[in-house]
């Protein structure tokens, strides 16, 4: 597939996760008596990326996220040389998803950036008011373990056609764990789109989360060959031939 087609998938697929996971945190939420809650918003993100994953997967593999990218390139399933043609344009579909989400929200009255528009924080801007170590910490171990799944559900070894259910099911319980920590990014480009938007605060904490995500997903990219080449060589010991 050449790469302009792959770039634009990665495009249209982040922008639906923007568009989906952080639409519902800002739209249906805290809804008045039918809020969907942390637990609508972690199903809404892990949906976006499930349904992406079936819609483009065999297009662009869906990373629809730097951290994973990187990951699957220092785990020697992508080529590093076009990487910046898949970065840029999750950043940028990240940033039309937010745009357009932004068109919508602010048609209710009584609208307010100052409310967070779904943007990724620590400190006084965590939901739970967690420090910058807690959010570093999460968002690194968060980004590994999504690594660790995706790397995995995807290997040749494991059973096809069900690595979107896996991989879905995964961002799900990241937002389950994570939303009080950092409102939860894993996703350098998801966090990107509302932060240009809120500006202020969100631009000077961005920092963050690309660096803790891209850290998590580099070591995952190291641990996972590590893990898999030993598990295999267990596997082949113990099968009866």
């Known amino acids: 597939m ?9 495009l249209v697929g982040t922008f639906w996760l923007v568009f989906g996971g952080c639409g519902s945190a800002v739209l249906a939420a805290a809804f008045p008596a039918l809020g969907i809650g942390f637990t609508g918003v972690s199903l809404a993100f892990g949906l976006t990326v499930l349904t992406m994953a079936y819609a ?3 297009i662009s593999g869906c990373h ?13 399933r992508f080529p590093a040389n076009e990487i910046p043609y898949y970065v840029v344009a999750q950043v940028l579909g990240a940033i039309a998803g937010a745009g357009v989400l932004y068109l919508i929200a602010s048609g209710k009255p009584g609208f307010d950036l100052a409310g967070g528009f779904a943007s990724n924080g620590y400190g006084e801007h965590s939901p739970g008011g967690y420090s910058l170590v807690s959010g570093l910490v999460a968002e690194t171990v968060l980004t590994f373990m999504f690594l660790m799944i995706i790397l995995g559900a995807t290997d040749d070894r494991a059973p096809k056609g069900f690595a ?8 799900t319980l990241i937002h389950l764990i994570g939303i009080p920590v950092t409102n939860v990014s894993v996703n350098p480009a998801r966090s990107t789109g509302p932060a240009i938007f809120v500006g202020d605060w969100a631009m000077a904490q961005l920092w963050a989360f690309w660096v ?30």
């Open 2 to 10: 050449p790469l302009t087609k792959r770039a634009l998938a990665e």
């Open 56 to 58: 483009i997967g065999h």
């Open 64 to 76: 629809l996220n730097p951290a994973v990218t990187v990951g699957l390139t220092v785990g020697r």
């Open 164 to 171: 979107p259910i896996a991989i879905g099911l995964a961002l």
């Open 212 to 241: 803790a995500p891209i850290v998590g997903g580099a070591l995952a990219g190291v641990v996972y060959p590590l893990m898999a080449k030993t598990s295999q060589e267990r596997v082949v010991a113990v099968v009866p031939r």
